[in-house]
T-cell receptor, first 112, second 113 residues
Framework: DQQVKQNSPSLSVQEGRISILNCDYTNSMFDYFLWYKKYPAEGPTFLISISSIKDKNEDGRFTVFLNKSAKHLSLHIVPSQPGDSAVYFCAAMSGATNKLIFGTGTLLAVQP | KAGVTQTPRYLIKTRGQQVTLSCSPISGHRSVSWYQQTPGQGLQFLFEYFSETQRNKGNFPGRFSGRQFSNSRSEMNVSTLELGDSALYLC????????????FGEGSRLTVL
């Protein structure tokens, strides 16, 4: 049972345009959500997070939106840069724990 | 500040063997988590240790075990290896283990033949 789903295995966008990565979850107990970025041959690196009490969190070019009623979150990257090309994982957790439930990832390719 | 160090980076084993993977967390980090990454499955949580105690465990069989030492270094062991255990095993550390913001190592790539 996949509690966190990323239904798009890949996404291709032009440099300078917006990248939108989507994530759906099923467990209503999740109260904290995170996005990680992974380059080949490297471990994932933390990108941005959002608490369930918020609906938006912004950090530079990266913004995460949370729609609790739809159990949906999205990551917006504006403007997209070639260096953003990587696999993006969304993750969720409940309570004060480091047990993260990850999605299967979306491969983002930003074309110059 | 040194990052999370995992050894070995690559290893090949045969079915039925056992393997031990090692993880040295960032200095001062007391929480160490382990994840398995396979194609199509994403990252799946194995277990988390904090101050030498297992705090959380994922849905993996008992062949997967781990431990944490007093210096916060951690090891995970897989016994009676199966072909399906071929994966990238990622270790992550964090200061307290409550924020979800983990620092990952580069992983140990295990191939079971």
């Amino acid at each position: 049972d996949q509690q966190v789903k990323q239904n798009s295995p890949s996404l291709s966008v032009q440099e300078g345009r917006i990248s939108i990565l989507n994530c759906d979850y099923t467990n209503s107990m999740f109260d904290y959500f995170l996005w990680y970025k992974k380059y080949p041959a490297e471990g994932p690196t933390f990108l941005i997070s959002i608490s369930s009490i918020k609906d938006k969190n912004e950090d530079g070019r990266f913004t995460v939106f949370l729609n609790k009623s739809a159990k949906h979150l999205s990551l917006h990257i504006v403007p997209s840069q070639p260096g953003d090309s990587a696999v993006y994982f969304c993750a969720a957790m409940s309570g004060a724990t480091n047990k993260l439930i990850f999605g299967t990832g979306t491969l983002l390719a930003v074309q110059p | 500040k040194a990052g999370v160090t995992q050894t070995p980076r690559y290893l090949i084993k045969t079915r039925g063997q056992q393997v031990t993977l090692s993880c040295s967390p960032i200095s001062g980090h007391r929480s160490v988590s382990w994840y398995q990454q396979t194609p199509g499955q994403g990252l799946q949580f194995l277990f988390e240790y904090f101050s030498e105690t297992q705090r959380n465990k994922g849905n993996f069989p008992g062949r997967f075990s781990g431990r944490q030492f007093s210096n916060s270094r951690s090891e995970m062991n897989v016994s009676t290896l199966e072909l399906g255990d071929s994966a990238l095993y990622l270790c992550a550390s964090s200061l307290t283990g409550f924020s979800g913001e983990l620092f990952f190592g580069e992983g140990s790539r295990l191939t079971v033949l």
